[in-house]
């Protein structure tokens, strides 16, 4: 759930006037309180992105290309279920998209297009007492908060790689928490860096499997092996933030959300 950190600023300006003129004020995302040190824990070798290109294109293009949303707060895996709303709305605009949180409005890397409901995710999630700040460590409480907005949601528990891959092969993203390195990638924290992605997509080249990424802290593609995710995935078992159970390992490791559109 941690983004990179950030300078702990209440603003930036961003304008294209002369700086005597008028400029437009914007709200910064915040610090995460969940972007912890990275004592005793595992990166793995980042994968040369740039040599894959084509073939995350064409992942890409099969699979479930998502809007890209970039968080504010310890809010992953509620930005993570917004993109895919936006996905499901780009396709048939009955599907609902909502903002994150009010400050969404005036953020505008916080959504790829304008809200069409009022509801916003943080507050219903706060309503059913999933969350106290925005943080998500029920995968089931992910899954509940989306079908509250009309979707359809499943979880599946200890999802394997080929299951992964059905879903991926059916133009559907998956939600799945895993440990998130300070670069953004897959590591072994064991749940300390406890983070949600959307998988969008996945290949083969010269025998390695691959999957194509996004999560909150850009908005914009990773590439990873996914022995590497999977490791990550499935080596999730605690928390120190306050508001996460004992033992993450029964409410959010190898669990894999898939958010389908709802009958309307």
């Given at each position: 759930?941690?983004?990179?950190?950030?300078p702990?600023?209440?603003?930036?300006?961003?304008?294209?006037?002369?700086?005597?003129?008028?400029?437009?004020?914007?709200?910064?995302?915040?610090?995460?309180?969940?972007?912890?040190?990275?004592?005793?824990?595992?990166?793995?070798?980042?994968?040369?992105?740039?040599?894959?290109?084509?073939?995350?294109?064409?992942?890409?293009?099969l699979?479930?290309?998502?809007?890209?949303?970039?968080?504010?707060?310890?809010?992953?895996?509620?930005?993570?279920?917004?993109?895919?709303?936006?996905?499901?709305?780009?396709?048939?605009?009955?599907?609902?998209?909502p903002?994150?949180?009010?400050?969404?409005?005036?953020?505008?890397?916080?959504?790829?297009?304008?809200?069409?409901?009022?509801?916003?995710?943080?507050?219903?999630?706060?309503?059913?007492?999933?969350?106290?700040q925005?943080?998500?460590?029920?995968?089931?409480?992910?899954?509940?908060?989306?079908?509250?907005?009309?979707?359809?949601?499943?979880?599946?528990?200890?999802f394997?790689?080929e299951?992964?891959?059905?879903?991926?092969?059916?133009?559907?993203?998956?939600?799945?928490?895993?440990?998130?390195?300070?670069?953004?990638?897959?590591?072994?924290?064991?749940?300390?860096?406890?983070?949600?992605?959307?998988?969008?997509?996945?290949?083969?080249?010269?025998?390695?499997?691959?999957?194509?990424?996004?999560?909150?802290?850009?908005?914009?593609?990773?590439?990873?092996?996914?022995?590497?995710?999977?490791?990550?995935?499935?080596?999730?078992?605690?928390?120190?933030?306050?508001?996460?159970?004992?033992?993450?390992?029964?409410?959010?490791?190898?669990?894999?959300?898939?958010?389908?559109?709802?009958?309307?």
């Open positions: 759930m941690p983004p990179p950190i950030r702990v600023s209440t603003s930036t300006v961003s304008t294209t006037r002369p700086v005597s003129g008028p400029v437009t004020v914007t709200p910064a995302a915040r610090p995460d309180p969940l972007a912890v040190r990275l004592a005793n824990g595992t990166s793995f070798s980042p994968v040369d992105r740039a040599a894959l290109a084509a073939e995350t294109a064409k992942a890409l293009k699979g479930a290309d998502v809007p890209g949303r970039v968080q504010d707060g310890p809010t992953c895996g509620l930005y993570a279920l917004g993109m895919v709303m936006d996905y499901w709305d780009k396709k048939d605009a009955k599907n609902l998209n903002y994150v949180q009010n400050a969404d409005v005036v953020r505008w890397d916080s959504h790829s297009a304008p809200a069409d409901t009022s509801r916003r995710l943080l507050d219903d999630a706060k309503a059913r007492g999933f969350t106290t925005g943080e998500m460590f029920y995968a089931s409480q992910l899954a509940s908060l989306a079908r509250s907005f009309g979707y359809r949601a499943t979880v599946n528990a200890d394997t790689l299951e992964l891959h059905r879903v991926l092969d059916k133009g559907h993203p998956a939600l799945i928490g895993f440990d998130v390195d300070n670069q953004g990638n897959p590591g072994l924290f064991r749940g300390e860096r406890a983070h949600w992605a959307v998988i969008e997509g996945h290949f083969n080249k010269d025998g390695v499997e691959y999957l194509v990424a996004t999560h909150g802290w850009t908005g914009g593609e990773y590439v990873w092996r996914a022995d590497d995710f999977m490791a990550s995935v499935k080596n999730l078992e605690t928390s120190d933030f306050p508001a996460a159970p004992k033992n993450i390992s029964r409410t959010l490791r190898a669990r894999l959300v898939e958010v389908t559109p709802g009958a309307h």
